[in-house]
T-cell receptor, first 111, second 114 residues
Framework: GEDVEQSLFLSVREGDSSVINCTYTDSSSTYLYWYKQEPGAGLQLLTYIFSNMDMKQDQRLTVLLNKKDKHLSLRIADTQTGDSAIYFC???????????FGSGTRLQVQP | SQTIHQWPATLVQPVGSPLSLECTVEGTSNPNLYWYRQAAGRGLQLLFYSVGIGQISSEVPQNLSASRPQDRQFILSSKKLLLSDSGFYLCAWSPGTGGEETQYFGPGTRLLVL
């Protein structure tokens, strides 16, 4: 079955770049997503990438996809204290409804 | 624009009591609807999804059930809650058009079973 793994915790200083990594096992994963969850809140979609892309940039966010290694990363430039949250990687195979989520990476931004 | 609502926001229920959580979507028609559960400190697990009124698919066997009485309403229920049903329940919707199908999440309901 599908499996998605993320490191549990990342701490950075305000103004630095953050890189959150994710690995997945299903090579048929077609759609790959990054969600942000603030304390006590639902999930906010940040960005997504198709498997036929290797990079996507959206303002301070850059997503890199290495299909060969089944590795997805989210880079946040100029990290702010408001970026402190849990970040979830999720993947979906084309034709399937279910998203498979990682367990989330807690990003702590220190002033 | 589309919005998704869930209520209640927080619920404390005794073991053995019934449960009804509601999710409604505004600003779209024929959405696909989803119920997820997030256990403490963990990722999300898909419980149910629906592609239309009265159409429910279950992803995991459990003590819960789902219903879709109207196009934009999705309900999660239980006849008798277990301690293990505690968690954060998230409803999501996606456009029912096929293709990329990004899922958008509601604010969630935190359920504590005592």
């Amino acid at each position: 079955g599908e499996d998605v793994e993320q490191s549990l915790f990342l701490s950075v200083r305000e103004g630095d770049s953050s890189v959150i990594n994710c690995t997945y096992t299903d090579s048929s994963s077609t759609y790959l997503y990054w969600y942000k969850q603030e304390p006590g809140a639902g999930l906010q979609l940040l960005t997504y990438i198709f498997s036929n892309m290797d990079m996507k940039q959206d303002q301070r966010l850059t997503v890199l996809l290495n299909k060969k290694d089944k590795h997805l990363s989210l880079r946040i430039a100029d990290t702010q204290t408001g970026d402190s949250a849990i970040y979830f990687c999720a993947v979906r195979r084309g034709g399937r409804r279910a998203l498979t989520f990682g367990s989330g990476t807690r990003l702590q931004v220190q002033p | 624009s589309q919005t998704i609502h869930q209520w209640p926001a927080t619920l404390v229920q005794p073991v053995g009591s019934p449960l009804s959580l509601e999710c409604t979507v505004e600003g779209t028609s024929n959405p696909n609807l989803y119920w997820y559960r997030q256990a403490a400190g963990r990722g999300l697990q898909l419980l149910f999804y629906s592609v239309g009124i009265g159409q429910i698919s279950s992803e995991v066997p459990q003590n819960l059930s789902a219903s879709r009485p109207q196009d934009r309403q999705f309900i999660l229920s239980s006849k008798k809650l277990l301690l293990s049903d505690s968690g954060f329940y998230l409803c999501a919707w996606s456009p029912g058009t096929g293709g990329e199908e990004t899922q958008y999440f509601g604010p969630g309901t935190r359920l504590l079973v005592l």
